[in-house]
């Protein structure tokens, strides 16, 4: 007897209360329970089973939830909702008041949801949607404040979503769990095609910075083939996006993820285990505490192309994309102001075949590309690259060095003149490599010239007619052998017996992840004009700390206020934060505590307004006291956070020492 097909419900959630009673509404959590089968349609009351009728989809594939009769959309949940063990889609954009065609960014147009979902005040919930099925669509929805209580190292793995194969019951009688050899039992299949688009992941639908934030935005622990398409995704303690075991053949693309990490896994998008044949691509990626995009360990090969990665490492020194591993292609992403290196390549475990070419990078602290060697596995190669390798003078730089140790090209002279209007550029690198000539901006990679090819004795030529005196020029190699090279000394451009012209320096982009939308025109009136520049503006130079703490006291909130008020009305200026410490502990504990402080002061900044791509947070621990007395009072000034303030545009600051908030122990 042939199998039944299954059928498939078209359920209206009208109610944001979190219970399953038997009244005259649906709930979100009787909606779900519905779909997955634990609760039947004849056990509704009336009322409730006007709610619920069959699919009128033609071909349905899922269940489908929807909020059109929900008047009050924000849903307080009061215990975790059920899994989603069965196909559903729950559609925040069916919601009246949706706006399909305002988005909250020019450059990618996500619209403001509705419909939220988050823990009512004083309840702790790990997971706001637990995704176990395949053919699961996520859209439209504000989802937020997902966390539990714990220490360095969750246990649990924690997030806004979460998306797996099912999780076996914790009464071990029933289903014992699998040897420690073996991850998984055979039965647990990942979740396939799961969709999550037009969602803000990590924030209300006001824009603001929740009381209680997620651990992680999507955790992508056991799926394939998921596609996370057009969602914010910000204020995270952790990463945005992480995987875990198997995420093959999955797709992030036109996301912005920003803000994320400055309590945990600092990275925006994190990624381990089999992640072959993923796509990362046309997101905005900025602001966050770490790298952009950071690989540990994984299986498979992945493409990441056509992002804008800009303003990360706010916390953490790393670069902007992170690569370990073989094949991977880095192409045509923009990469600026990354406090660390544009793309660094592991070399150990043995990482190769990596093609990173057609970025460009802008305002680099450290090498556009960077290939480090297998001995340099210490914290800080692993975050920021070891700097510039040698010429490779033996077999054995090939399994000890990041893409096989390919050489950077070497230009034959450090000026090349220009005459009647062209310029012969010379050089070697590599015998049959291409080599990629850039125009340097902004001390990096930033406008790709030519690409031409070297001969079987690794030499290189060409003759330009569109570059000036004063241009600076650089180049990397590509061999599909062996990868892509670290970049070739700059080279400066010179009009024949002139000296080099200096430049004034390139312009810096404004800290600013997105662009608003403009408003309506005929709804609110232009903006005001900014107020001109005070000839003198006048700031506190720090905020202070009671001992061994690291919260900010009322007075200190006060003193943090005139910088908010400040950095609002100068958008330009950026600010770093430095955390300081008495000398009563460890070296290694007091950098901690000092940045456990000048995280503490980002957070009240940010839950203030400020944008994270605005602020950098350091630690100087004990290595900068103010005095070398050795009494309370002066262990109380010790005890700060102290203001950088950068970008000032013609503004003149001037940083005023206070202690108006000053805490002295024992008084």
Same mark, same amino acid.
Request: aromatic letters at 6%.
């Given at each position: ?18 219970s ?14 519905l779909a ?5 349609? /004849? ?15 033609p071909?349905?594939?899922?269940h ?44 990618i147009?996500?619209? &403001? ?18 995704i176990?099925? =395949?053919n699961?669509?996520i859209?439209?929805?504000s ?5 539990s209580r ?8 924690l997030?806004d ?12 009688t ?28 990590g924030?209300p ?13 999507i ?6 083939q ?11 303690q952790?990463?945005?996006i ?12 036109q ?5 994320n ?8 998008i ?13 997101n ?14 994984p299986e ?9 990665? &800009?303003?990360?490492?706010?916390f ?11 094949g991977?292609?880095v192409?045509?992403?923009r990469?600026s ?5 544009g ?8 990482? =190769? ?10 305002f680099?602290?450290?090498?556009d ?6 001995r ?14 040698? &010429? ?6 090939r ?10 090209p070497?230009f ?7 005459i ?38 690794g &030499? ?6 569109? #570059? ?38 390139d312009?810096?982009l404004?800290?600013?992840?997105t662009?608003?939308p403009?408003?309506?025109? =005929?709804i ?6 900014p ?7 006048? #700031? ?5 700390f ?7 006291s009322?007075?200190?909130?006060k ?11 100068y958008?330009?200026i ?5 955390? /300081?410490?008495?000398?009563?502990a ?46 309370v ?11 950088f #303030? ?12 206070q202690?108006? =908030? ?6």
């Amino acid at each position: 007897m042939p199998a039944q097909a299954q059928k498939f419900l078209a359920i209206a959630v009208n109610s944001n209360l979190d219970s399953n009673d038997r009244d005259s509404v649906i709930t979100l959590r009787e909606a779900i329970m519905l779909a997955n089968g634990k609760l039947a349609v /004849h056990q509704l009351t009336t009322a409730e089973a006007r709610q619920v009728s069959p699919s009128s989809q033609p071909s349905p594939q899922r269940h489908d939830i929807d909020f059109r009769e929900l008047s009050d959309p924000k849903i307080l949940l009061q215990s975790a909702l059920p899994d989603l063990i069965t196909p559903i889609a729950i559609d925040g954009t069916t919601h009246p008041a949706y706006q399909s065609d305002r988005g909250f960014s020019v450059e990618i147009p996500i619209p &403001k949801p509705v419909v939220t979902i988050t823990p009512a005040p004083q309840v702790q919930i790990m997971r706001g949607l637990s995704i176990t099925s =395949d053919n699961v669509s996520i859209k439209g929805l504000s989802i937020y404040g997902f966390n539990s209580r714990h220490y360095e190292t969750a246990v649990t793995p924690l997030g806004d979503i979460f998306i797996s194969h099912r999780l076996p019951p914790p009464i071990t009688t029933e289903q014992q769990p699998p040897a420690q050899f073996a991850p998984f039992h055979d039965r647990d299949r990942p979740a396939k095609r799961v969709i999550i688009e037009d969602n803000w992941l990590g924030i209300p639908p006001d824009g603001s910075m929740p009381a209680q934030p997620s651990a992680f935005g999507i955790y992508l622990f056991h799926g394939i083939q998921t596609n996370i398409s057009r969602n914010l995704i910000a204020n995270h303690q952790g990463s945005g996006i992480i995987t875990a075991v198997d995420s093959r053949d999955s797709v992030i693309q036109q996301n912005v993820i920003q803000g994320n990490g400055f309590d945990g896994m600092p990275d925006a998008i994190r990624l381990e285990g089999n992640i072959d044949r993923m796509q990362i691509r046309s997101n905005i990626i900025c602001g966050n505490a770490g790298a952009a995009v950071f690989l540990f360990k994984p299986e498979g090969a992945i493409r990441v192309q056509d992002n804008s990665v &800009k303003f990360n490492s706010r916390f953490y020194r790393r670069s902007a994309i992170h690569l370990m591993g073989r094949g991977h292609i880095v192409s045509d992403n923009r990469i600026s102001n990354q406090t660390g290196s544009g793309v660094t390549v592991e070399g150990f475990p043995g990482s =190769d075949r990596n093609i990173i070419r057609q970025n460009q990078f802008q305002f680099i602290e450290g090498l556009d590309i960077d290939l480090i060697h297998r001995r340099n596995v210490g914290e800080r190669d692993f975050r920021v690259g070891d700097g510039r390798n040698p &010429k490779r003078d033996s077999y054995y730089r090939r399994v000890d060095t990041g893409n096989a140790a390919i050489n950077s090209p070497e230009f034959l002279a450090n000026v090349f003149n220009r005459i009647d209007g062209k310029v012969g550029i010379d050089g070697i690198a590599d015998p049959h490599t291409e080599v990629d000539i850039y125009r340097v901006k902004g001390k990096g990679l930033a406008e790709l010239l030519i690409t031409i090819k070297t001969n079987a004795e690794g &030499k290189f030529s060409h003759r330009f007619d569109n #570059l000036q005196a004063g241009d600076t020029l650089s180049a990397i190699a590509t061999d599909p052998e062996f990868g892509t090279s670290e970049p070739a000394h700059h080279v400066r451009i010179a009009e024949l017996n002139q000296p080099v012209p200096v430049m004034p320096p390139d312009p810096r982009l404004s800290p600013q992840c997105t662009t608003p939308p403009p408003p309506p025109v =005929d709804i609110e009136p232009p903006p005001p004009p900014p107020p001109p520049a005070p000839p003198t503006l006048q #700031l506190p130079r720090q905020v202070h700390f009671a001992l061994d703490e690291d919260f900010i006291s009322k007075a200190s909130a006060k003193v943090l206020d005139k910088i908010v008020m400040a950095l609002k009305t100068y958008p330009s200026i950026t600010l770093e934060l430095i955390g /300081h410490t008495d000398p009563r502990a460890t070296d290694a504990y007091n950098i901690e505590l000092g940045l456990r402080r000048s995280r503490s002061v980002s957070r009240y900044l940010r839950s203030q307004g400020v944008a994270p791509e605005r602020i950098v947070v350091r630690s100087q621990g004990e290595s900068q006291r103010l005095t070398n007395q050795s009494d309370v009072i002066n262990y109380a000034r010790d005890r700060r956070v102290e203001f950088f #303030l950068f970008n000032t545009q013609g503004i003149e600051i001037q940083l005023i020492d206070q202690q108006e =908030d000053i805490q002295i122990e024992g008084r």
